[in-house]
């Protein structure tokens, strides 16, 4: 399963990185917001750092607002994933970029139908919010869980990508079920590599090489 940071934040984007696990990075508006920079200037500093998928998402709802700054967002790198709302007009504008060989990561899906549609039209990617999904009191995961089937029954190439991921157990999942992808917070990124036993052992451990004469290799 590849794994992508959640982020717009360079700093965590280049933690990520340092430690050897990252495969893209996902953005969305509310995050690039955070930061307090253009757009154009984060993306850029993205790019600059990671070295797989990147996606930026389009902030037109109309077909070809969407299609011009998805064209204009594909010029600044070939690392570009133009992220497309799940609406009507997301979904033909999916078409004409997949028909240029723009990568698209349809966003805001929400159900296996919409997934489905969202192959058909050329999809690269789709997220899935599992975290939203929970929140009102669906199980998140099962979606994941059909859309595989549908995607494996049918042969689409479309990765999903499990987005809107709260904690370690929606990462678990997803590498259970066979996800292509899992884009995850940095909080929960660190929260993925503790664990109290290792913590006890490493004390234990260097409390004992204390008692080792002269304590050098
Ligand atoms: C995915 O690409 C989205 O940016 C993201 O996962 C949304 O997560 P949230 O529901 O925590 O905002």
Redesign the pocket.
């Known amino acids: 399963m590849k794994i992508f940071i ?1 982020s717009a934040n360079i700093k965590e984007i280049r933690e990520a990185e340092s430690m050897g696990l990252l495969d893209g990075v ?3 508006p ?2 690039i917001a955070k930061e307090g920079k253009p757009f154009g200037e984060v993306i850029r500093e993205i790019c600059s750092v990671v070295k797989g998928d990147i ?1 930026a998402e389009v902030i037109a709802t109309d077909f070809e607002g969407i299609v011009k700054e998805g064209r204009e967002l594909a010029k600044i790198d070939d690392k570009i994933v133009v992220k497309v709302p799940l609406i009507r007009e997301g979904l033909k504008a999916v078409r004409v970029f997949s028909s240029e060989g723009i990568k698209t990561n349809v ?1 805001l899906c929400f159900s296996p139908n919409q997934a489905l549609l969202a192959a058909k039209a050329g999809a690269y990617i789709i ?1 899935p ?1 599992v ?2 999904l929970d929140d009102i009191s669906y199980e998140g995961m099962e979606l994941i869980g059909q859309i595989l089937t549908i995607y494996r029954n049918y042969g689409f190439e479309t990765q999903v990508l499990v ?4 904690h370690p157990m929606h990462v678990v999942q997803a590498a259970l079920m066979g996800a292509h992808i899992a ?1 995850i ?1 940095f909080n929960v990124i660190t929260q993925l590599l503790k664990h109290p036993l290792t913590d006890i052992g490493l004390e234990r451990f260097l409390a004992d090489w204390k008692k080792v004469p002269g304590q050098t290799l």
Do not use: E, I, Q
């Open positions: 959640d996902t953005t969305n509310s995050l996606s966003t997220s919010f975290g939203r987005a809107s991921v709260r884009t917070p």
